[in-house]
């Protein structure tokens, strides 16, 4: 997993903090922090402005699914004032119902969106594996060499 700020935002953290990350490293030349534990990962002191807002990538790219939990705490002055929890999951990109395995509803849906472009009404993103705009039988085959067996 690697986690994606802005370069301002990651340029402040880094500064402060030295890029220290547990379960995770940080790399100042492609501002990305990529998380290495599979169980937890904590990046710490992010130097924020009073009302500022900030957005972060979570790159969950895996060829497994993977249940995730994302806490953001905020502190002013050490002091814990607030802070949200996050949950998802993600799954294969060929589980295209991402119900935990690659089968013949996925092939269905795929099939059923085949030769569709965007804007047409059975155009279908999550088939359209390599995002090249149209349903094609590339992305079909790819998903049938994922075939769960």
Do not use: K
Not at 30 to 55: H, K, N
Not at 63 to 69: E, I, K, Y
Not at 79 to 92: E, I, N
Not at 120 to 129: C, E, G, H, Q, R
């Amino acid at each position: 997993m690697v986690l994606r700020l802005s370069a301002d935002l990651f340029d402040r953290w880094y500064a402060a903090t030295g890029g220290e990350v547990l379960g995770g490293l940080a790399d100042p030349a492609t501002r990305a922090i990529t998380l290495t534990d599979p169980i937890s990962a904590t990046v710490r002191g992010l130097p924020m402005y009073a009302e500022e807002q900030a957005a972060a990538t979570l790159d969950l790219s895996a060829s497994q699914a993977a249940s995730f939990t994302i806490e953001v705490t905020e502190f002013i002055n050490g002091s814990a004032v607030g802070g949200s929890l996050y949950t998802g999951h993600t799954c294969r990109a060929e589980d295209l119902d991402c119900n935990g395995r690659v089968d013949v509803l996925d092939l269905q849906r795929a099939a059923t969106a085949w030769n569709n472009r965007v804007g047409d009404p059975n155009y279908d993103l999550w088939a359209d594996l390599d995002q090249d705009g149209i349903v094609t039988m590339v992305d079909i085959m790819r998903v049938a060499g994922a075939w769960d067996a």
